[in-house]
């Protein structure tokens, strides 16, 4: 592996070196591409039609992109483990099929041609003037850094201005009430100076300890300004903190945010201008079908140039805009209906308030996978009304707190609340009020809760500090009433913002509680004892941990991991993984009304009876923030809507017995594991919404089925989508067969995919419906889907659920395999157009090729871990490509010459054949495995530097490479790295003279079986024994020049190391001895570590016991230890007494390739038979397998060649 790494990294240096500053390569590679796909295309070469024999196949899929933008790098990386796959399978004989469509359906587009309207309506078009960003002040670590001068404020330059010159920038400052002022004025710089800032400026800014506001105003050079532009968050500063000495305020100080608002969303103008759309091309991209007519074109062009053996003929894209796919999905849904998977009413579910409808992952710019948390809030009763709230006194104030774990409840001691938290006061039913955080509000309005809907009644505002000891009514718990105590790590986005205590099996809470029974703590916030002191611990649940019944399992995990105060996060956030965690799995309620009851049934249990009780109700909100296409943060709102029934236990049951069946791979256990995790977690879907692109629900035409539940068997339309649409997107040209999208009636649907009855009174043709059924029959189920890990919890699981119900009956149409891949960092950095690594598919192919760019991607690697492309290894693949085709026209060509011979006549021959069979074999495994990375390194890297060391050999001995094998290895190197490279291959497969394409060879099969003793021999020969040497020799320079040299072969090892590798051998025949290195015991599990390291102290025990190796004591050791190493490497023919090959004719054969190495004459002998008297020690020291040398040496001649 180091040779070839050494070999093929100089051929690359080299090539780098020729190449530097010079785009001629790469302009040659890609006019040899655009050459190669002509010829693809002549030949229709990836399209294919199910043959009327009966044979094997393979279909693989990809999901369809989303088409409001182009092709990224991050699809080409995805996208080229399906490419891989299908070229491999083609190469072992299969039929493919591969086809590609363009996702249309959702909110996405629909939501920017909105936003883009609107831009126009308030800024002008076609060249609009935009605001300024909001000026955004500087933090540090999630604080705002102010010095003497102020706090440092940066925002965003307009994006247009109306293609007028701005002038300046004015700043503007609003401290309490007052209006807001003018405090800076800052010139506009120059372009590049703009550009080197990312399009942002930055000013100095004073700040009150009153809340200060910031804006800016843009100039244009005509005077006018553009818009104003947002105001930044409310910021304040308290007095400078001293220094330690002297009392002088400190050079820096630490401002408050006291609203966080939401940042810049870029203008859809902006975002289109960054794809490079001009402004007066821009206005038809209002109207959301253009959208469908603009990108996918586009699409179809870059993977074209990609070299994506897809069968264009049968790609199309979706929604009702193409009436064929429209009636397709109408048919699916009707199926659901009928199996009675789909369902209807309110539902929890993510809403937009702008869009005025569900919005589901592929709508959201944030938050994809993101479900609704269902929490019951419990109604704690104000008892004591604090003087901030007079106004509402007379009203029933309930504080409403958020948990996961109402069975908890009668362990409450107090409440918490935020001190720093701004709290609203809502009008609820009646008289009563709730007060929570206005998030929560606003969610609770939405799932009317709180009414009106959307709107909740706001009564007033009241700091959590003004509630701070107000004695309340905690539902449940054994104390009449309790207090409201401060906790600070409380989050005002995340529940309510009010927090039940029960430090009996809450971590948190006992902390939090513990901290207040200290007296420095209590004065710190105003407390008084007797809000603390008098409420005891009240315990609840029992649960075994660490073997034994704990009553109290805060306390004592909070004991047992040492927490001292709430500050312990770590060793909290562990005490209360446990605590939680076993707790709800194995705990028992050991107080309350359901004393005795498992805590698992308890829970559901309890909160019916706090509903029922009026002490609680259910409400839902976002588990993490959801930011929806239109740019509002999203709520859970119930509203009326049509669901798909994931997770119904027979349904979900079934797809969890085909993906642990022999007839699905995962390729990966984890993703095995991910798939589990997704069909656990996947429970009703909302598969409707009022408006967007898409096709409408069949039987209720007000709601358009939204874009994951139209996008889960499209599959199967591909099988037939050439016959309807004939490679035209939407079908507007009708069908080719003559077909009326209204001809694909249910019963036309059934025959073609279900195997039901003829359609006797179809007006299409019977042979058309034949030839349709047996397509999808031939080449259903699919074989491979490719696609990133974020589809697992969606779309991929749903298309198994999908598959499942309208192929019941026919489990083998189910998919087979599912392969998944990670992220992909570009230059081991994410993707960003801030830092120059993001790329459109056309982008970086433009900057390198086709080929360089798959190759890039196939050493990117093909886990579930982030990879990694790395333009450097593109940039000298693009150096190298043209180098090694002029080698090898010249090869085929004879300019570069080769001997005819037989094959076997000379070793060195016999090692490039067996080195060849090796690699193509090991390479077929990894292709195999979708091993990608590890089929290009077999399939390139080594065996490149094969052919290399081979061709090196024979110039070192004054001898040519045998012409036969030369070509074998052209033409086997053409085909392997053909899934890879295919442009490369292609071109290659032309200089070889060889007629129609490399894509339809034959994967090649190894001329013999590989022979591991050829192997050992060319490591011996090739690598081993020269390195050694050449060491050798660098050591002897300070010692004189070399003249020649003796090269020394011991054909048995003297007794003492016969008897060592005895024992060894028998030792491993008993499995007593593993073939590892000491690094790879220590290496291993703990428990497997020592076992191994145990029995290698017992073979050396046994080898210093052995008599007849006493004498020989300070030698068995290292001795043992260097062969049980080499048997690691070469396997146990490294503990053999003799070398299984005849080491002196190969090292004579060999001896010209030695002198080259060395520089010196060389000659060998027997170490038996010294050819000089002063050559004994040296030939005393060789032994099987490891040859010694005597170097002859002038004394008066340095290696530098100074006397």
Request: hydrophobic residues 40%; charged residues 25%.
């Amino acid at each position: 592996a180091r040779r070839s790494g050494q070999l093929v990294l100089r051929r690359f240096k080299m090539a780098a070196t020729e190449g530097k500053q010079s785009f001629v390569r790469r302009d040659k590679l890609q006019e040899m591409e655009a050459d190669v796909q002509k010829k693809w295309a002549e030949l229709k070469v990836f399209e294919c039609d199910a043959p009327a024999e009966d044979c094997e196949k393979f279909m693989c899929t990809f999901p369809y992109p989303y088409m409001n933008g182009l092709l990224h790098i991050g699809h080409a990386y995805s996208l080229s483990k399906a490419m891989f796959a299908a070229h491999f399978n083609r190469l072992i004989g299969k039929k493919v099929l591969f086809p590609f469509g363009f996702h249309c359906t959702g909110m996405p587009i629909q939501a920017a041609a909105n936003k883009l309207k609107r831009e126009y309506e308030t800024y002008g078009k076609p060249y609009p003037i935009f605001p300024p960003g909001r000026p955004v002040p500087k933090e540090v670590d999630g604080s705002i850094m102010i010095d003497d001068e102020g706090v440092t404020l940066t925002w965003k330059v307009p994006g247009s201005t109306g293609q007028k010159e701005i002038k300046a920038h004015h700043v503007y400052m609003r401290s309490g009430d007052a209006d807001f002022k003018e405090i800076a004025v800052i010139p506009h710089p120059g372009p590049e100076v703009l550009s080197a800032q990312g399009g942002k400026l930055s000013a100095k800014a004073p700040v009150d300890s009153s809340p200060s506001i910031y804006k800016v105003r843009t100039e244009l050079a005509d005077g006018s300004f553009c818009p104003d532009g947002k105001e930044s968050d409310e910021v304040s500063v308290d007095a400078p903190t001293k220094a330690a000495k002297g009392g002088a305020p400190t050079g820096k100080r630490v401002a408050k945010k006291i609203l966080a608002k939401s940042g810049d969303a870029a203008f859809q103008w902006e975002i289109l201008k960054a794809m490079n759309i001009k402004a007066e091309d821009m206005l038809p991209f209002t109207d959301p079908l253009y959208w469908l007519q603009y990108y996918p074109p586009l699409g179809i062009r870059d993977l074209q140039r990609f070299g994506t053996p897809v069968d264009f003929r049968r790609s199309f894209i979706t929604t009702s805009e193409n009436p064929y796919y429209d009636m397709f999905i109408r048919w699916q849904f009707r199926k659901l209906k009928a199996s009675d998977k789909i369902g209807f009413g309110k539902r929890p579910t993510i809403f937009s308030e702008v869009d005025g409808q569900a919005c589901m992952d592929h709508d959201r710019a944030e938050g994809e996978g993101v479900c609704p948390q269902e929490y019951t809030a419990i109604k704690i009763e104000l008892l004591e009304v604090p003087e901030k709230m007079a106004s509402l006194k007379g009203k029933k104030i309930f504080l409403l707190a958020a948990t996961l774990r109402p069975e908890t409840m009668p362990g409450q001691t107090n409440c918490w609340i935020l001190p720093e938290g701004q709290y609203g006061c809502f009008q609820a039913q009646g008289d009563d009020v709730y007060v929570c955080s206005q998030k929560a509000a606003r969610n609770m309005s939405f799932q009317e809760l709180l009414e009106p809907w959307g709107k909740p009644v706001l009564l007033m505002t009241v700091a959590g500090k003004d509630l701070m000891g107000c004695k309340v009514k905690a539902p449940r718990s054994p104390y009449d009433a309790v207090h409201v105590l401060p906790l600070l790590t409380i989050k005002m986005d995340k529940g309510t913002g009010i927090v039940t205590s029960v430090p009996s099996d809450s971590p948190d809470d006992y902390a939090a509680f513990q901290d207040l029974l200290k007296p420095g703590k209590r004065e710190h916030f105003g407390l008084k004892a007797e809000w603390i002191e008098p409420f005891a611990i009240i315990p609840i649940i029992d649960v075994e941990i660490d073997g034994e019944m704990r009553t109290v399992a805060a306390q004592y995990m909070c004991e047992k991991l040492g927490v001292q105060s709430q500050k312990d996060t770590v060793k909290l956030l562990e005490a209360h993984d446990v605590c939680y965690k076993l707790g709800f799995d194995k705990g028992i309620m050991s107080g309350g009304p359901l004393k005795g009851t498992p805590v698992k049934q308890a829970k559901f249990t309890f909160r019916t009876m706090m509903i029922e009780a009026g002490e609680a109700f259910i409400y839902s909100e976002p588990e993490k923030k959801v930011v929806g296409r239109s740019g509002d943060e999203c709520v859970v709102a119930g509203i009326d809507q049509w669901y798909l029934k994931y997770g119904e236990e027979t349904w979900k049951n079934q797809i969890k017995e085909h993906i642990h069946s022999s007839k699905f791979n995962t390729y990966n256990d984890r993703i095995k594991d991910a798939f589990d995790d997704a069909i656990d977690w996947l429970k009703e879907w909302a598969c409707s919404r009022s408006f967007g692109l898409g096709t409408r629900v069949p039987w209720d035409e007000q709601f358009v089925i939204e874009s994951l539940s139209d996008s889960t068997i499209y599959m199967a339309y591909y099988t037939i989508a050439h016959f309807l649409q004939g490679g035209v997107l939407d079908g507007s040209n009708g069908s080719p067969e003559g077909i009326k999208p209204e001809d694909m009636t249910d019963d036309v649907l059934d025959y073609v995919f279900l195997n039901g009855p003829f359609p006797s009174g179809s007006p299409i043709k019977k042979e058309v419906l034949e030839k349709m059924q047996r397509e999808f029959r031939f080449w259903y189920p699919m074989d491979l889907r490719v696609s990133g890990k974020d589809l697992i919890q969606n779309h991929l699981t749903m298309s198994l659920y999908n598959h499942s119900c309208v192929w019941e009956k026919e489990p083998e149409m189910w998919p087979r395999s599912m392969f998944c891949n990670g992220w992909l960092l570009v230059n081991n950095e994410k993707m960003s157009k801030s830092k120059g690594n993001f790329f459109t598919l056309a982008d970086i192919m433009d900057k390198y090729t086709a080929d360089t760019v798959r190759l890039a991607c196939a050493n990117s690697g093909d886990t579930l871990e982030d990879a990694n492309f790395e333009e450097a290894v593109a940039n000298k693949t693009l150096l190298f490509m043209p180098v090694f085709l002029d080698s090898m026209a010249a090869l085929v060509g004879g300019s570069d010459p080769c001997q005819e011979a037989p094959e076997d006549a000379r070793f060195v021959d016999r090692w490039f054949a067996n080195e060849m069979n090796r690699l193509v074999t090991v390479t077929r495994t990894h292709y195999e495995a979708m091993s990608y990375r590890e089929a290009l390194k077999t399939s390139f890297y080594e065996f490149t530097a094969a052919f290399d060391q081979y061709r090196d050999v024979c110039k070192a001995g004054q001898s040519l490479p045998n012409k036969s094998l030369v070509m074998r290895y052209l033409e086997w190197q053409m085909i392997i790295l053909s899934p890879i490279c295919p442009h490369f291959c292609e071109h290659g497969w032309g200089i070889l003279g060889k007629t129609g394409s490399v894509l339809d060879s034959r994967f090649p099969t190894a001329t013999k079986p590989v022979d591991n003793s050829i192997i050992s021999q060319g490591l011996y020969m090739f690598d081993k024994v020269p390195h050694d040497f050449i060491k050798l020799l660098e050591k002897t320079a300070k010692l004189g020049a070399a003249k020649s040299a003796t090269v020394y072969v011991a054909k048995t090892f003297p007794d003492w190391k016969v008897n060592v590798l005895s024992i060894l051998r028998a030792r491993h025949a008993k499995g007593q001895m593993p073939l590892m290195t000491l690094d790879t015991m220590k290496a291993l599990e703990k428990e497997e570590g020592a076992k191994v390291q145990a029995q290698w102290k017992e073979i050396m025990a046994e080898l210093m016991s052995d008599a007849s190796l006493k004498p020989f004591g300070k030698h068995v050791g290292p001795f043992a230890a260097f062969k049980r190493d080499e048997a690691a490497v070469i396997g146990e023919s490294a503990l053999d007494a003799t070398v299984p090959f005849d080491e002196e004719s190969l090292l004579r054969e060999h001896s010209e390739y030695l002198k080259d190495k060395l520089k010196l004459e060389v000659s060998v002998a027997s170490a038996e038979a010294p050819v000089a008297p002063h050559h004994g020690d040296s030939a005393g020291t060789s032994q099987p397998g490891k040859p010694s040398v005597h170097f002859e040496l002038d004394p008066s001649v340095k290696a530098s060649g100074k006397k």
